[in-house]
C-alpha cells in the first residue's frame, strides 16, 4: 500500500511545488480514477470484449483510459477551481475552493455510482507465496513493480526533458519563468494532468488490490497520501516516494504489533512526531526567513 | 458581469454597516434574533437555527486562530469533541451538572489547546496545517476506540438535559437562549480581544511574524493565547452540544467538520466578526435551504463554494473593517476624515 | 557608551556575512552603517536585533546604568529594551489601517492583562487612550495624520517608509535602527527625512542608519562605520571618511563623484 500512497502523494508534491498549494480535491481525483477505471471494464463486459481481448491487455487498456480521463479531469479542475485564484494572497482562499471542489466531486460520484461498494472485478488470478511469515501475492507484486516503474519514469521526465525542466523553473519562481518565455499556465495544466494520471493509476490498484471503490474512498486515501506528502517534504518528488513507503511500512507494522484499530492513529502519531523532531519533513530542507 | 455587480452591491452594504453605530446594529440583530422563536412557525425552524448558532460560536472560536492569529488549524473540531465528551462522560459518570462541567470542560480543553499549541507552534504553514488535522483526527479515533470512556463508534445516548433555576430545559426553544447567550458572548470576546493589545498582536502575527516580533510580540505566547482562546469557546459549545442532543459519537467530530467550520469562516471574511456569523449562518441554512432538490444538495454546495472563491475571495463580509482599536480611546480626538 | 558591538560575526552556511565587526555608539549620536550592496549592513541590524543569533562576539547594551550581552536575547524582548527599528524592505501589517500599524508598535508599552481588557476595566482603557493620542502624534510628527484611517500598504511608498518610523517610535525607544529609510523618495522628501531624523535625536533617540543616499549620510552622521564583504574596513568622521582610499575603493570609484 505504501506504493499506493506514494503514488498520490507526488500528486500533492507536485502541485504543492509549483504553486505551493495543497490540492485537496486530490483524494477525490484518486477516487475518481478508480471509478473511470471501472467504467471501462463496464465496457468492456457490455460490448462482450473483455472475453476477447486478453487479461493482461484489458489491465492495460484499463489503466490507459482512466490515466487520460482523470488527467483531463484534473486539467478541468485547475481550470475552474483554481486558476482564477491564482493572483489571490490569501492561501486559505483556495483551499476552501478546493474544499468545494472535493463535495462537489464526491457528490458527483454518489449519484453517479451510487453510494454503496461498488465490486471491482477480480482479473487478477489469486494466488501469491509465502515468504517467511508474509504472503506475498501477485497483485502485490504487480502493484509494487507498477508504481516503482511509474516514479522512476516520473523522475526521468523531471530530470531529462525540456518539459521537466520547465516544471522545476516554474516551481522556482513562475513569475521569473514566464518572462523567460515559459507558458507558465501550460505547464501549470500539464503538471495538474500528469498529477492526476498518477492518482489514476494509483485508484484503479487500490480498486484491484480491496475490490471495490465508493465515493468516499478518496477521503482517507487523500489524507494518508497528503501525510506521506508531508512527511518526506512537500514539494520534494523523491521525499513523496519515500515519505509514502514509510507510511505503508509504518501502518502495516504499527498494524502488525499494536492492534488494527490504531493503525490510522499510529500514522498520524508517527507524523506529529517527525514534524517536531524535523519541522520540514524528511527530506525537506529549511530556508531561514531573509530579512 | 453580474458578480461584478453583485460584488459592488455587497461592498456597498458593508460600507453601510461600517459606519452604523456600533451598539445600534448589534442591538437590532439582538432583537431579530429575540423575536426568532416566536415567529418560528415550527420547532424544527428553532431547531436549525440552534444548529446554526452553535457553528457560529464554532466559527468565531476558529476566527480567533485562523482569522486573527492566521494560524491553518484543520483539527478544530476536535476542541469541540473534546467539550462535548466532557460533558457526556462527566455528567453520565459522575452526575455534575451542567453549570458545574461547563467550566471544568473550559478548563480542560484550554490545557488541551495549551498541549497542541505547544506542540504545533514553531511549525509553518502547511505543517503547522498537517499537524492541527493529525490531533484532530487522533481524537476521532481516541473517541472511536477508547470503549470504556466513550462507548466507541456506538457513541454515548441518553444525556442529561441542563437545568436552571428549577427549569429544565427540553425542547429547542428552551435551548435556543442559551444557544443564544453562547453566540453573544463569543461575540462580545472576540470584539474586545480584537480591540486591545492581544488581538493587534495576532493580526500582527498574521501579517508579518518578523515584524511583529521586532514590535516586541512574543510569537509563542499569542499563538498560544490564540489557540487556547479558540479552544475554549469551541470546548464549552461542545459542552452545550452535548446536553442539546443527548448523544454525541465519534461520527460528529470528523474531518469534515473541521472543514465546514473553516469554510464558514472563509466564506464569511476571515478576521472580522460579522463574517462567521454570516457564514455560518450561510452554511447551515444553505443546504436545508436546497432540501427540495436533496439530492443534489451537497452538489449544489460544492460548486457554490467554488463560485464563492471565485467571486469573493475575501468573503461575504470582506469589506468590513474590524474594530481594533477600543473605541472610547478611537474616538476621544475624533477625525474629520472617516471614510476609507 | 549606549551600545558596543564587539567583534560580532554571523555566517550564512560559507558565506560570512557579518566578519569580526566591532562598533561603538555614544547615547544621542547619529551614526551611519554605509557599504556596497551586500556588505553586511542589513545583518548586522538583524544581529542587534536579535532576529539572528551571530556565531561570535557580544553586543553590549547599556539600560538604566546596567550593562548586559544581548547576543541570544529573543527578538521581542530586544523591542521590551528599547531598540526599535524599521526594515529595508517595508513590513507594515498589510490589512492594517496606519494608527493600527502605530499601536502595534506601541506593544511593549501596553501592559493590559486579559482579565482588564475582557472586564474593560479602567487600567485598560486609560492605557488605550493614553496610546492612541500618542500614536496620533507620533503621526502628526511624520505628517501622516490626515491618513490615519487608510489601509497601510495604500499609502505611497516614501510615507510608508515615514510610517515604519512611526510604528518604530511607538514603543519610546532608547536607540532606533533604521535600514535604508531614504530609499525610493524624491530628493524632496529626502530633505524632509533628515529633518525629521534630526527632530528625533532631539527626542533624545539615539539612532544608527543605515544608506545608501550619500549626502544624507554625509549631512547627519556624526560618525560613520563602513563595511565592505561583512568586514568593517573604515570608521571615523564623515571628512574622515570621505577621504579614506579604502572606502574610495570599495566603492569602485562608484559614488566617487558624490564623495569626492
Ligand atoms: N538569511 C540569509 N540566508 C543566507 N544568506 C543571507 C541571508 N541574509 C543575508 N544573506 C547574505 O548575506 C550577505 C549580506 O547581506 P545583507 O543583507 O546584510 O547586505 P546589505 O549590506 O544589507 O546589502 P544591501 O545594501 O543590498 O541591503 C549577502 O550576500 C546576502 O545574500
Ligand atoms: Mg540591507
Not at chain 2, 418560528?40 to 485562523?66: E, K, P, R, T
Not at chain 3, 535604508?180 to 542608519?209: D, F, H, Y
Amino acid at each position: 500500500m505504501g506504493a499506493v500512497y506514494a503514488l498520490i502523494a507526488l500528486g500533492y508534491t507536485m502541485v504543492y511545488g509549483i504553486l505551493e498549494l495543497i490540492n485537496f480535491a486530490h483524494g477525490e481525483i484518486f477516487m475518481m480514477g478508480s471509478f473511470f477505471g471501472l467504467l471501462f471494464w463496464w465496457i468492456l463486459e457490455m460490448t462482450g470484449l473483455s472475453k476477447v481481448i486478453p487479461i493482461p491487455l484489458a489491465i492495460f487498456l484499463m489503466f490507459v483510459f482512466s490515466m487520460i480521463a482523470t488527467a483531463f479531469l484534473g486539467a478541468l479542475l485547475e481550470f475552474i477551481a483554481y486558476r482564477p485564484l491564482r493572483s489571490v494572497t490569501n492561501r486559505l482562499i483556495p483551499l476552501i475552493s478546493a474544499l468545494g471542489a472535493s463535495i462537489f466531486l464526491q457528490n458527483f460520484a454518489m449519484l453517479t455510482f451510487g453510494s454503496t461498494n461498488r465490486v471491482y472485478p477480480a482479473i487478477f488470478p489469486d494466488f501469491g507465496w509465502n515468504l517467511f511469515h508474509a504472503r506475498i501475492s501477485l497483485i502485490q507484486i504487480f502493484i509494487f513493480v507498477t508504481c516503482i516503474l511509474m516514479m522512476i519514469g516520473l523522475t526521468l521526465l523531471v530530470h531529462k526533458t525540456k518539459l521537466g525542466r520547465s516544471m522545476r523553473a516554474v516551481s522556482q519562481d513562475y513569475v521569473t519563468a514566464s518572462l523567460m518565455g515559459i507558458r507558465v499556465n501550460r505547464i501549470i495544466t500539464i503538471t495538474f494532468m500528469i498529477g492526476s494520471s498518477l492518482a489514476a493509476a494509483a485508484g484503479v490498484m487500490y480498486g484491484m488490490y480491496y475490490g471495490v471503490a465508493k465515493f468516499d474512498m478518496g477521503y482517507l486515501a487523500g489524507l494518508k497520501a497528503f501525510t506521506a506528502a508531508v512527511l518526506g517534504g512537500i514539494g520534494n518528488i523523491p521525499g513523496a516516494m519515500l515519505g509514502g513507503f514509510c507510511l505503508g511500512i509504518i501502518e502495516s507494522f504499527g498494524a502488525g504489533y499494536i492492534s488494527s484499530e490504531y493503525k490510522d492513529m499510529f500514522a498520524f502519531l508517527m507524523l506529529l512526531f517527525i514534524l517536531l523532531l524535523r519541522p520540514s519533513g524528511l527530506l525537506g530542507q529549511q530556508v531561514p526567513d531573509k530579512v | 458581469m453580474m458578480d461584478i455587480r453583485f460584488r459592488r452591491r455587497v461592498k456597498a452594504a458593508a460600507r453601510r454597516w461600517n459606519n452604523m453605530d456600533m451598539r445600534l446594529k448589534w442591538g437590532i440583530l439582538l432583537v431579530i434574533a429575540c423575536v426568532y422563536p416566536f415567529l418560528a412557525s415550527s420547532q424544527y425552524y428553532v431547531h436549525i437555527m440552534n444548529l446554526a448558532f452553535i457553528y457560529i460560536v464554532l466559527s468565531l472560536g476558529l476566527n480567533i486562530v485562523c482569522g486573527l492569529a492566521g494560524l491553518l488549524d484543520l483539527g478544530f473540531i476536535a476542541f469541540y469533541a473534546v467539550g462535548a465528551y466532557t460533558y457526556a462522560i462527566l455528567s453520565i459518570k459522575l452526575g455534575l451538572s451542567f453549570w458545574e462541567i461547563l467550566p471544568i470542560a473550559c478548563v480542560t480543553t484550554a490545557l488541551f489547546g495549551l498541549l497542541v499549541g505547544s506542540a504545533a507552534f514553531r511549525l509553518r504553514g502547511d505543517y503547522f496545517a498537517i499537524v492541527t488535522m493529525g490531533y484532530g483526527e487522533i481524537i476521532r479515533i481516541l473517541a472511536n476506540n477508547l470503549t470504556f470512556l466513550t462507548n466507541g463508534p456506538i457513541g454515548i445516548i441518553g444525556i442529561p438535559r441542563p437545568n436552571a433555576f428549577g427549569f429544565k430545559f427540553e425542547d429547542p426553544s428552551q435551548y435556543y437562549f442559551l444557544a443564544l447567550a453562547f453566540v453573544a458572548l463569543a461575540i462580545f470576546l472576540t470584539y474586545r480581544f480584537q480591540a486591545s493589545r492581544i488581538g493587534r498582536a495576532l493580526e500582527a502575527i498574521r501579517e508579518d511574524e518578523i515584524a511583529a516580533v521586532s514590535m516586541g510580540v512574543n510569537l509563542k505566547n499569542f499563538k498560544l493565547i490564540s489557540f487556547i482562546i479558540g479552544a475554549m469557546l469551541g470546548g464549552s459549545i461542545g459542552v452545550f452540544f452535548a446536553s442539546y442532543a443527548t448523544f454525541v459519537s465519534p461520527e460528529s467530530f470528523s474531518f469534515m467538520e473541521s472543514v465546514m467550520v473553516l469554510a464558514m469562516v472563509v466564506i464569511g471574511g476571515m478576521g472580522t466578526i460579522e463574517g462567521p456569523v454570516i457564514g455560518a449562518l450561510i452554511l447551515v441554512l444553505l443546504p436545508e435551504a436546497l432540501r427540495s432538490v436533496s439530492d443534489y444538495r451537497m452538489l449544489i454546495f460544492g460548486a457554490l463554494m467554488v463560485f464563492m472563491m471565485i467571486v469573493m475571495p475575501k468573503g461575504f463580509m470582506g469589506w468590513i473593517k474590524p474594530r481594533r482599536i477600543l473605541r472610547t480611546a478611537e474616538e476621544e480626538n475624533p477625525l474629520v476624515n472617516r471614510d476609507f | 557608551m549606549l551600545i558596543e558591538i564587539s567583534n560580532v560575526t554571523k555566517q550564512f552556511g560559507g558565506l560570512i556575512a557579518v566578519n569580526d565587526v566591532s562598533m561603538d555608539v555614544h547615547e544621542g549620536e547619529i551614526v551611519s552603517v554605509i557599504g556596497p550592496n551586500g556588505a553586511g549592513k542589513t545583518t548586522l541590524f538583524n544581529c542587534v536585533t536579535g532576529v539572528y543569533t551571530p556565531e561570535k562576539g557580544k553586543i553590549l547594551y547599556k539600560k538604566d546604568g546596567v550593562v548586559r550581552d544581548i547576543v541570544g536575547v529573543p527578538a521581542y524582548k530586544i523591542a521590551y529594551l528599547g531598540i526599535s527599528r524599521t526594515f529595508q524592505n517595508i513590513r507594515l501589517f498589510k490589512n492594517m489601517t496606519v494608527l493600527e500599524n502605530v499601536l502595534v508598535g506601541r506593544h511593549p508599552k501596553l501592559r493590559a492583562k486579559i482579565w482588564e481588557i475582557l472586564l474593560t476595566l479602567p487600567a485598560f482603557v486609560a492605557e488605550e487612550k493614553k496610546g492612541v493620542r500618542l500614536a496620533r502624534n507620533l503621526l502628526e510628527f511624520v505628517g501622516l495624520l490626515d491618513r490615519e484611517a487608510e489601509i497601510s500598504t495604500s499609502l505611497p511608498y516614501g510615507l510608508q517608509r515615514k510610517l515604519e518610523i512611526a510604528r518604530a517610535l511607538a514603543s519610546e525607544p532608547k536607540i532606533l535602527l533604521l535600514d535604508e529609510p531614504a530609499a525610493g523618495m524624491n530628493p524632496s522628501e529626502t530633505e524632509e527625512l533628515i529633518s525629521l531624523i534630526k527632530k528625533i535625536r532631539e527626542m533624545g533617540v539615539t539612532i544608527i542608519l543605515i544608506e545608501h543616499d550619500m549626502s544624507l549620510v554625509m549631512k547627519l552622521s556624526e560618525r560613520i562605520f563602513v563595511l565592505d564583504f561583512g568586514q568593517k574596513i573604515a570608521e571615523g568622521s564623515p571628512m574622515e571618511i570621505r577621504n579614506n582610499p579604502k572606502v574610495i575603493e570599495a566603492y569602485l570609484g562608484k559614488e566617487e563623484a558624490e564623495i569626492a
